[in-house]
């Protein structure tokens, strides 16, 4: 094979797998996307809880209902650190990519 034919073909090959690996980390931010979203929801759920549970007097619930803020809150947290490290991989696949490509 001639040299640019090979070096073409090489920087096709790499395109193509970085291309797989965005694809592979949108999907992964988009799912963490929804997480975030869910855990927002059971927060604001489980707020309302704590609120009825506090005005109606009913201090057991009342603890359960903070235990499971703090796990809703902590679960948050978590997805939205993994969003975050998910589109620092995305990112840094595109430089590769075009790092790759400029070669």
């Known amino acids: 094979m001639k040299p640019l034919t090979t070096a073409a073909v090489v920087a096709t090959a790499v395109a193509l797998s970085v291309g797989v690996a965005s694809a ?16 927002r929801r059971e927060l604001a759920g489980d707020r309302r809880e704590l609120r009825a549970d ?14 499971e803020l703090r796990g809703d809150r902590r679960e948050l947290r978590e997805d939205v650190r993994d969003r975050r490290d998910d589109r620092r991989d995305l990112r840094r696949d595109r430089r590769e990519l075009a790092r790759d490509v400029r070669q």
């Open 54 to 67: 506090r005005r109606a007097g009913r201090t057991d619930e009342v603890t359960q209902d903070r235990a």
């Open 24 to 39: 592979q980390n949108g999907r992964e931010i988009r799912q963490d996307n929804r997480d975030i979203r869910q855990d």
